[in-house]
């Protein structure tokens, strides 16, 4: 299937433009990343510590009902979110004064005691302490910094290793990127989040894995063609297969967004923003960084 027919874009000669867009996405990710290591971002019970329940209610209920049930009880500071299908109601309070373990007690006895004409059923609870949501966290930074060694690695191993670095600056501009939008848009920041971000980088790094084979293939067939020509060549016919690809598991991260519930909801975001720029990044960051390396001329005309 192609799209798109043949092309003759200069990508390369549009690296300045997409290196200064992609360094204030990655300034904003980096202060994001500063923000969570501080506990300063809106960071889910999974990092910082507290009680997640989910309540199925006989009958509609509001936010400002149950809100004001928990407030009669002395039980403050409460994120609520309605969730319409099937009167369901998601309660997330984190380092809560009362004992971790008695939480969830708390909040049952309280909407039993103020709303005793609306019976519900617990769906789910979880009840994370802080010290293991702390652990959880430090646990997440040493595994994104092993998967960017492994991304090194493979790649010096596969091709060279200033492909290696290509990929993996790329793969960081990604991960930075959802980071971003996150911190941005004050999305919570939770294991779902790590789990699309790990996601994103391998899909970040098999797109670009495929630039990068058609780039060295084409080194070795033009070899007195400038690195810069060989690069947008090599781009250029490999973008409609690019597109196809990135346009499937968009389609797919889209329909998990808009009807996929709302416990996903943000899980299928940051895989929106990862295909989104993944493929951005293998086109614009990586590969110009490679063609740089391998001191490409400025005229790309060919």
């Known amino acids: 299937m192609e799209l798109i027919g043949k092309t003759n874009i200069d990508f390369i000669g549009m690296r300045k433009i997409s290196f200064i867009t992609s360094g204030i996405f990655a300034l904003i990710g980096i202060i994001g990343i500063i923000q969570i290591a501080r506990g300063a971002a809106n960071m889910g019970i999974d990092f910082s510590g507290g009680t997640e329940m989910q309540l199925k209610f006989a009958q509609p209920v509001t936010t400002e009902q149950a809100r004001a049930a928990l407030g009669k009880e002395g039980i403050k500071d409460v994120e609520l979110q309605e969730i319409k299908e099937g009167n369901k109601l998601l309660i ?15 909040v049952e006895a309280a909407l039993k005691k103020q709303m005793p004409s609306n019976p519900y059923s617990v769906e789910s609870s979880t009840e994370i302490g802080p010290s293991i949501g702390a652990k959880l966290k430090n646990d997440t930074m040493i595994a994104v910094l092993i998967s960017m060694l492994g991304i090194v690695l493979y790649i010096a191993w596969r091709f060279d290793f200033k492909f290696g670095v290509g990929a993996v600056v790329a793969t960081l501009h990604d991960v930075l990127f959802v980071i971003a939008a996150f911190y941005v848009l004050n999305k919570e920041i939770n294991l779902l989040l790590i789990t699309a971000v790990l996601t994103i980088a391998g899909y970040s790094l098999t797109d670009t894995v495929v630039v990068f084979d058609r780039i060295r293939e084409n080194m070795h067939k033009s070899l007195k063609d400038p690195m810069s020509i060989v690069f947008n060549r090599s781009i250029n016919e490999v973008l409609s297969r690019t597109i196809v690809t990135s346009l499937t598991v968009f389609l797919a991260a889209g329909t998990l967004w808009l009807w996929g519930g709302e416990v996903i909801h943000d899980f299928a975001f940051a895989l929106l923003c990862g ?10 960051v990586a590969s110009p960084i490679v063609a740089l390396w391998e001191k490409a001329p400025v005229e790309t005309k060919a």
Do not use: L
Request: cysteine-free; glycine content about 8%; aromatic content about 12%.
């Open 275 to 284: 295909v989104f720029v993944g493929t951005y990044s293998s086109i614009f």
């Open 92 to 106: 997330k309070m984190r380092k809560s004064t009362i004992s971790t373990g008695k939480v969830a007690d708390a």
